[in-house]
């Protein structure tokens, strides 16, 4: 089932009403929080393998939103087979909680590595590795019309931070399904990392995920943030005109291929953005095209990120919400204008389909 804005509610997981501390026994602190919820670590006393509890508020500001959170497990449910996501384990629900048992993803988020001096911080290697797979398992989702729609360093955790494990996807709590019947117009993300057309009341898609990746990989390779403003109106106003600095100062000791990659990324008009597969065709994230840059050592970087510390990502941005309103349009006015998609010049002409995206 699902409304007329892509919010699903329709889930196969059994919900469990007897209190989650019988089966699990929380330990040490917590492992993060956002706005409506807090992600606790717990042990499941029958296996003793660690988890991660994330609870979250059924009320938020007056309002139910049990349904929103109905949605957000209906996307992690449809995301079972995809290596990139994290995994559901069980659900949990109390007069005033939900309770996600989710896999535990032991390394954090890759904001800490994206803010982090620069021997903590990632390398373009790392950047590249990681970014093939945020990409295929982006790429799961968009195969299921599911836009993920909050993509930020903050959800993007690692099973292991050192060595450098792999990525896993976590809050789809502003996921949407888009397909053919409805047309998602909803204010929604946060303002470093959202799309101008989610600014401009546009229809959203699997292109405002694409926006979003670019603004990722741009600081996972800088550790800056590139539309941040001094307030939300001035982030706002840098995205709505691609604001975005692309010099030397910024990027220092990265390979041109990475700049090309987010160029292409970071462009207003949705449909002129590669889609996830074209991504992955790119030649910065081809294994075949290493170049000396990327094996390079970045310590170049130092006097340029040192500069900045103090306008790197905030730790927690401001997340808006504002209510949605749904536009329904008759199936022929949807077709995405994809096959108009041309290829800027380091793009092959025709995407190849990776061998890896099998979910
Ligand atoms: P919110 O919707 O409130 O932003 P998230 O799902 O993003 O909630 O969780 C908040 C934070 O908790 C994340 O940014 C991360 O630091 C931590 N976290 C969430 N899920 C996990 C997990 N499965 N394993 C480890 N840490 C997690
Ligand atoms: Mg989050």
């Not at 307030?231 to 840098?238: G, H, V």
Request: net charge negative.
């Amino acid at each position: 089932m699902m409304n007329r804005n892509g919010v699903v509610t329709k889930i196969r997981t059994r919900i469990r009403t007897d209190p989650f501390k019988n089966n699990y026994d929380l330990v040490g602190k917590e492992l993060g929080r956002g706005k409506f919820a807090v992600v606790k670590k717990c042990v499941e006393k029958t296996t003793g393998k660690e988890h991660a509890a994330k609870f979250l508020r059924k009320r938020r500001k007056g309002q139910d939103c049990r349904g929103d959170i109905l949605n957000e497990i209906a996307v992690l449910e449809s995301a079972k087979a995809n290596p990139y996501v994290v995994a559901l384990h069980e659900v949990y629900e109390t007069t005033t909680e939900i309770i996600l048992i989710l896999e535990c993803a032991a390394g954090g988020e890759i904001f800490n590595q994206c803010v982090a001096d620069n021997d903590e911080a990632f390398t373009e290697k790392d950047v590249i590795r990681l970014a093939r797979q945020i990409l295929m398992g982006v790429a799961c989702l968009h195969q299921n019309n599911v836009v993920h729609l909050d993509l930020k360093p903050q959800n993007i955790l690692l099973t292991s931070a050192k060595p450098l494990g792999d990525i896993r996807i976590v809050d789809f709590g502003l996921s949407r399904r888009v397909d053919s019947v409805s047309e998602v117009r909803e204010i929604l993300g946060t303002p470093e990392y959202v799309a101008p057309e989610v600014l401009d009341y546009e229809p959203i898609s699997t292109a405002t995920d694409m926006w979003s990746i670019g603004v990722l990989i741009y600081v996972m390779l800088t550790g800056e943030s590139p539309f941040l403003g001094e307030e939300n109106q001035e982030t706002f106003l840098n995205v709505s005109q691609v604001n975005v600095d692309y010099s030397q100062d910024v990027f220092q000791g990265i390979s041109d291929l990475a700049v090309d990659f987010i160029q292409s990324l970071l462009i207003k008009n949705p449909r002129k953005r590669p889609t996830v597969e074209e991504c992955l065709t790119h030649p910065w994230l081809r294994v075949d095209s290493h170049h000396h840059a990327v094996e390079a050592p970045l310590d170049e970087q130092e006097a340029s990120q040192s500069e900045s510390e103090s306008e790197s990502p905030v730790p927690s941005p401001e997340l808006v919400v504002i209510p949605s309103y749904p536009t329904w349009l008759g199936q022929g006015e949807l077709k995405t204008g994809r096959d108009t998609f041309s290829f800027t010049e380091p793009f092959p002409p025709r995407p190849e389909i990776q061998q890896e995206l099998i979910c």
